[in-house]
């Protein structure tokens, strides 16, 4: 749309309308606590790249006592968040004045702007339901977030969505602490390492990103950006979104990184990407709603079996006569037989999400064992 003022003609650019805008409320001392509980940190980053997948974030807030938890300011101010400082007075006043602020700010901000379509409630507090039915109430998608041993059983089935912090794509695992006599033991005479507290966790999306404009553009290969592009496709699948659309795959991404550029990878065009990854066998195009913005999915075969037989001849080969192998070590010992891989590449948001899809194929079994905290996997005869 084009209007002329001053005698100069002006461009308008229409923002997409197909998309969820949506308001991001964090109730920053229950995630912290929830997830020190369990022996994590919490990150914001995990976050933004879950919300940058199922629309704009329009509005982001924060709620703490910012004097208690003055480390955590810096990655909050980094992804734009509005730190709102409940001075600490004593006990449950200060946490009721939190929440009480956050439920006011949210209902403000419901009346005040109808265009936000989703409301987040980053807290597994059960004090936020009602806060929940009235923005339901008012015609708004309301999205939950908390960590799962901390959140209370009444907060998840009053939201439209719920997502558990802990199962997010990039937030690390917490380091299993070895069993006296079992699990360390069981892996090592089978030649599997588990996974010991100091050993450095897979660097999240943030990170990578990070490290790539270190390295300058140079150091971008096409493998970066198959990696990006399928763990946003599997997001906008898991939320949805079907079909997405190659224009909506785009927004997303520029949601993950406003810096991509598919020009960097040596690509004309994001179409011309796409074709790309199509030939390689990384997903699949099919004709979408309008000429030029296909329907992208990942292909029914390829890469997927490949991986698929990659894990199950690691396993048998493992396994020997009649033994299993632990999950613990169990990608490192893939990495040894194809090194680089990453079941990112797949669209997996997590290595255990993969294994799990292989057993549903049939292709492996998995058990849990309670004594040794651990999955192990076998291959059926």
Request: negative net charge; hydrophobic residues 40%; glycine residues 10%.
């Amino acid at each position: 749309m084009t209007s002329a003022i001053g005698g100069t003609t002006a461009y308008c650019l229409r923002m997409p309308t197909d998309e969820e805008r949506i308001a991001l409320f964090i109730d920053h001392e229950n995630l912290v606590l929830g997830a020190r509980e369990i022996g994590r940190s919490f990150d914001i980053g995990p976050v933004m790249e879950a919300l940058a997948e199922r629309g704009r974030v329009v509005a982001r807030r924060a709620y703490a006592d910012w004097t208690l938890f003055a480390g955590d300011r810096r990655s909050l101010v980094e992804h734009n968040c509005e730190l709102i400082d409940i001075p600490q007075r004593t006990g449950a006043v200060r946490k009721n004045a939190a929440d009480i602020k956050l439920a006011v700010d949210a209902m403000e901000l419901a009346y005040e702007r109808g265009f936000v379509s989703t409301f987040v409630i980053a807290s597994g507090d059960s004090d936020f339901t009602p806060l929940v039915a009235a923005l339901r109430g008012l015609n708004r998608r309301v999205i939950g977030i908390g960590v799962k041993g901390s959140t209370s059983a009444l907060l998840p089935p009053a939201c439209d969505e719920f997502m558990f912090y802990d199962r997010l794509p990039g937030v690390s695992e917490s380091a299993r602490q070895p069993k006296p006599d079992g699990g360390r033991s069981r892996a090592a005479a089978q030649g599997v390492q588990a996974q010991e507290p100091s050993q450095p966790q897979e660097p999240s999306q943030a990170q990578e990103r990070e490290a790539r404009k270190v390295r300058g553009n140079g150091g971008r290969d096409l493998q970066d950006v198959q990696r990006m592009l399928t763990q946003t496709l599997a997001g906008l699948k898991q939320s949805g979104t079907e079909p997405v659309l190659a224009s909506s795959l785009k927004r997303a991404v520029l949601r993950k990184d406003p810096t991509f550029s598919e020009s960097d990878y040596g690509f004309r065009a994001f179409g011309e990407l796409l074709r790309q990854l199509e030939r390689t066998g990384v997903i699949s195009l099919a004709e979408g709603q309008a000429p030029g913005d296909p329907a992208v999915d990942f292909p029914d075969t390829g890469q997927s079996a490949k991986s698929f037989e990659v894990l199950r001849s690691t396993v048998l080969e493992l396994q020997g006569d009649d033994d299993e192998v632990p999950l613990s070590g169990l990608k490192d010992q893939i990495r040894k037989r194809v090194p680089g891989w990453s079941e990112k590449d797949l669209g997996y948001a997590g290595f255990l999400q993969f294994v799990k899809a292989a057993a549903a194929s049939g292709v492996v079994r998995m058990e849990w064992d309670d004594d040794e905290g651990d999955y192990f996997l076998y291959v059926p005869e």
